[in-house]
């Protein structure tokens, strides 16, 4: 698979006010990474630990006016890395425009998102099933772009007890363990990008 191979994009409703983008951001792929190569040079990837004392899988690193970051105390937005005690890098205005398009696509008019959070999965990492809830106002919309090699993504219901449906993700789509693929995106290698705006503060 290139990176910037030709797809048609589609829409599909996965539940109400849930949809699948495919192929959504494969025509402005090449600027959104050498976007995503300055914030990570300014604000490096690292694994972070959970309350529990977890270390995380995935590497994260965050860019916007909020960043999302976990440790001993807690799951939090906050405005400066806590690593180098600087503010986030600037979101740049590509992934502002990605967010908005694809927010808009779904029928979430005017999103403006002030927290994107960038992980890297390796082969073999992985995100539990989880819930967003950290946000101020549940009316805003959560985008989530992912580049790179396949991953299932796992979307659960209202209801712990909801068995959760299982939706295959491909580069340029807007997780269970990532596996080795003959389908590799030469400008990430074997890995995964995963990018989570939202409207946080």
């Not at 290698?189 to 503060?201: C, H």
């Amino acid at each position: 698979m290139d990176l910037f191979a030709s797809q048609q994009p589609s829409k599909q409703e996965i539940v109400k006010d849930a949809f699948l983008l495919q192929g959504f951001a494969l025509s402005t792929g090449a600027l959104i990474l050498a976007d995503l190569l300055q914030v990570i040079s300014a604000a490096p990837l690292r694994n972070m630990v959970t309350p529990g004392g977890f270390v995380m899988s995935v590497t994260m690193t965050n860019c916007g006016t909020l960043g999302w970051v976990t440790d001993r105390t807690g799951y939090r937005y906050t405005a400066h890395d806590p690593v180098s005690g600087k503010p986030w890098p600037t979101m740049p205005d590509s992934l502002i425009t990605l967010a908005q398009q694809a927010a808009s696509e779904a029928g979430f008019d005017a999103f403006l998102p002030d927290a994107c959070l960038i992980n890297q999965y390796k082969v073999g990492a992985r995100m539990s099933l989880h819930q967003d809830k950290n946000e101020l106002d549940f009316k805003q919309p959560i985008v989530s772009v992912s580049l790179g090699l396949p991953a299932i993504f796992q979307f659960g219901g209202l209801a712990r007890a909801d068995k959760p449906i299982r939706i295959p993700l491909n580069h340029g789509d807007g997780v269970l363990p990532l596996k080795a693929d003959a389908h590799i995106v030469p400008a990430l290698g074997e890995y995964r990008i995963n990018l989570t705006f939202r409207k946080a503060g």
